[in-house]
């Protein structure tokens, strides 16, 4: 059985940042999914071939149980890791490496500390989040940022490739901000310029495609329709390596992206059953994952970089190195 695919799971929606586009800001959801729920979960996941576990939410590290969580994964054996704003991890980076965390995916939107704070509403969260990451770093857990880029903060971008790298950061994913709204730029060509002092500087290069597209077709789609750039091709290949599940209201997504789209009934599969317990391979969730495959090249509204990027390297045979997703 291959190992390669990925499992994100949301363990709580609560959250301590107030991000100004986020969903999440400062829920005080009080759903968190248990360890030995996990364990039922993990189980049936290794039968479909996952090997990485992806912790998000909310902020995971506000889970009192992170690390009994993180155990079972690492336990599978697979690779864990958790996406976070950071503000919790530099008193958390031994603890969790302890418990086999393989990589810690830091969200930072900005070369500035005090842009980046002010775009998650969170004191001295920039300054945590590099602490967190130089502990992280100091305890082995090999270190991934998310950064979300539109209008507000794309000019920061170079300066930040440089703070990445002089951080020691390994991998860099520059996502396109989605928002009910459609995103629109004063200047497309300054977007471009600013651009290419990313993806040709000195800094660290961001995994998968621009955000705002490689080719002429995907700029214009952006640019003038607001859609960021797609898997290239006939199909949709993250839906062959990625799922997604929301256990607090027990859906199974076929893409890490859509679970943040409007109605789950449409994108995802309900895996849980009557008696609290999940059936991850339901007949459902393989013909959204079909559909999706299918169809999310040329329907998907809110595609990420990386995940454009991965689908087009998986088309083209290259083999994926391991945390490529
Ligand atoms: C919902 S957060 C959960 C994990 C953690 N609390 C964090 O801040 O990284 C997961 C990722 O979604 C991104 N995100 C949230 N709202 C978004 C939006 N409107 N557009 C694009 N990405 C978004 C965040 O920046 C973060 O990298």
């Not at 390669?4 to 709580?12: A, E, N, P, Q, S």
């Not at 990485?52 to 149980?65: D, K, N, S, W």
């Not at 109605?263 to 059953?273: E, I, K, S």
């Amino acid at each position: 059985m291959e190992d390669r695919k990925y499992l994100f799971v949301r363990v709580l929606e609560a959250c301590n940042a107030d991000c100004f586009f986020c969903g999440f800001a400062l829920s005080r959801d009080r759903y968190r999914l248990q360890p030995d729920e996990l364990a039922g979960i993990l189980a049936q996941a290794a039968e479909m071939g996952v090997g990485h576990v992806r912790f998000t939410g909310g902020e995971p590290l506000m889970h009192r149980e992170i690390l009994p969580l993180v155990r079972v994964g690492a336990a599978l054996p697979a690779k864990v890791s958790l996406i976070t704003n950071g503000l919790l991890l530099p008193r958390m980076a031994e603890e969790l490496a302890e418990a086999g965390l393989d990589q810690v995916i830091v969200s930072i939107d900005s070369g500035f500390a005090e842009q980046h704070n002010e775009y998650r509403n969170t004191p001295n969260l920039f300054e945590k989040a590099f602490e967190g990451i130089a502990e992280a770093r100091r305890h082995r857990i090999r270190v991934r940022v998310n950064t979300v880029v539109g209008p507000h903060n794309y000019q920061s971008m170079p300066e930040l490739a440089k703070t990445l790298r002089d951080a020691g950061v390994e991998q860099w994913e520059l996502s396109a901000l989605k928002l009910s709204d459609q995103i629109t730029y004063p200047d497309r060509e300054d977007v471009v310029r600013v651009a290419e002092a990313v993806y040709e500087g000195d800094g660290l290069i961001p995994m998968g495609k621009r955000w705002f597209g490689d080719t002429p077709e995907e700029r214009d789609q952006y640019f003038e329709r607001g859609i960021p750039p797609r898997s290239s091709g006939d199909v949709c290949r993250v839906t062959d390596d990625v799922m997604y599940l929301d256990p607090k209201e027990g859906y199974l997504f076929p893409c890490s992206l859509l679970p943040h789209r409007s109605t789950p009934v449409l994108y995802g599969a309900q895996v849980r059953n009557d008696d609290g317990s999940f059936t991850l391979d339901s007949p459902t969730f393989r013909e959204r994952r079909l559909f999706f495959r299918e169809n999310g090249a040329n329907l998907c509204t809110g595609c990420s970089s990386s995940a454009a990027g991965y689908s087009d390297r998986a088309a083209s045979g290259t083999p994926q190195p391991s945390w490529s997703y």
